[in-house]
């Protein structure tokens, strides 16, 4: 079978591969070892070519972002989307596992996969703040299929991490100023901000200036919180987010649709012994559940590629000609723990009567077209609550700046 084959294999089944879900945050751990290890220096990043995003530009973060309004009786309506330019505090986004490059690690190249994960996880916050993401060398796709295959490419996460941790320092020397930061990751760009907070920010005098930590859709609870007094925490001296006025905080979630859970073991909502996984619903921080402010892509776009075939939308269908669509009142989350797995509870209200799809796309489906349980719904896990952060970050922005003034 050719390599193309493979990485459209993945893409659409990944049947089976439970260690394939581990696989995905490879690089969680400060001392995760590497496969045929590569040996090479962090990226430069003084050089403006090794940045998806950065502000006062044209990039991957400054694509069209606007949204059309489906409501329950189909009725359609437009919302622009609008950056600031005045923006108080930036935001650092470190993308998921997309590379489809047959190496082991990726080069690079700002592609199509890279500037799609930014489009659908990142650009948003424009509207929050300065954008910084780098590009770096993840682990890739075919990489991943390698090691499982039992023959691995080389590959190394160490790399990967060192390329982030080279552009963030090149951030903090030369953009950040002073300015409080937040810091947005998902799967492998979760794994490796987590350690990235863990040795450079954690009780360091630079973590007054974060404003919070979104860490979305990680593994081996490498955003925990300890169930008894004696562990601890995996960030020592930051807390997780329970209202959306606390300061310094992380928000972390794992989303799978509530008529399908996860079972016990599935690797997003694994965590170390004595510990457990993070849910914080960005929806209701409080606890609870919370109307989720979804923006999801208009063409069923997710973070492996285009959908298979259009999604209406409406009924009867109608055409839409904004990259997403908002759909209020259809979605609601909610946090379970039951002890054995925690994660985001995703589930739709729908009416009788409804002129407007019943549900969503951004499932992985085995070849029989059956949704996998132990992938959730990883594939839109920000789109599903974009909104919801959004708003979590202005009160978040808001409580810093007044804190950052007082005498």
Known sequence: MSHNSVVRRLSTQVAGLGAMLLALCAPCGASAQSTNSLAASPGDYSNPK????RPGRTDACTANLDATIVADD????????????????DCFYVYPTVSKEPTGNADFAIDADVTRAAVQQFAR???????????????????????FSGKPLPMSRQLAYDDVKAAWQNYLANDNQ???????????????????????IDGKPIQTQMVSALLIGGALGAVSTQRDASIPLVFPHITVCRTSAEVGCVIGYSSSRAETPPAAGT???????????????PAALEGGAGALDAYL????????????????WTDPP???????????????????????????????????DSHRASDITGDLRDPSGKIMPSWGLHLI???????????????????????????
């Open 50 to 53: 090794l940045w998806l995003c």
């Open 178 to 200: 002073g300015r409080g930061f937040v810091l947005v990751g998902h799967s492998q760009g979760t794994g490796i901000l987590s350690r990235l907070i863990r040795e450079e």
């Open 318 to 352: 109608h055409p839409i000609d904004t990259p997403f669509v908002k759909v209020p009142g259809l979605l609601s989350a909610s946090c379970v723990d039951d002890g054995k797995v925690v994660y985001l509870a995703i589930s739709r209200a729908t009416a009788k």
């Open 267 to 281: 690797q997003f909502e694994k965590a170390p012994e004595g510990k457990r996984p993070v849910c914080a619903n």
């Open 74 to 89: 189909g009725t359609m309506t437009q919302e622009a989307f609008h950056a600031d330019p005045d923006a108080p505090i």
């Open 125 to 147: 916050f424009s509207a929050r703040c300065r954008l910084f993401a780098p590009v770096y060398r993840q682990i890739t796709i075919p990489g991943l299929v390698s090691f």
């Open 297 to 312: 892509s208009t063409s069923g776009a997710t973070l492996v590629g285009e959908a298979k075939s259009p999604v209406n």
């Open 381 to 407: 896990d920000v789109n599903l609550a974009m909104g919801n952060l959004l708003g979590v970050v202005a009160d978040e922005t808001r409580a810093y700046l007044a804190k950052a003034t007082k005498p």
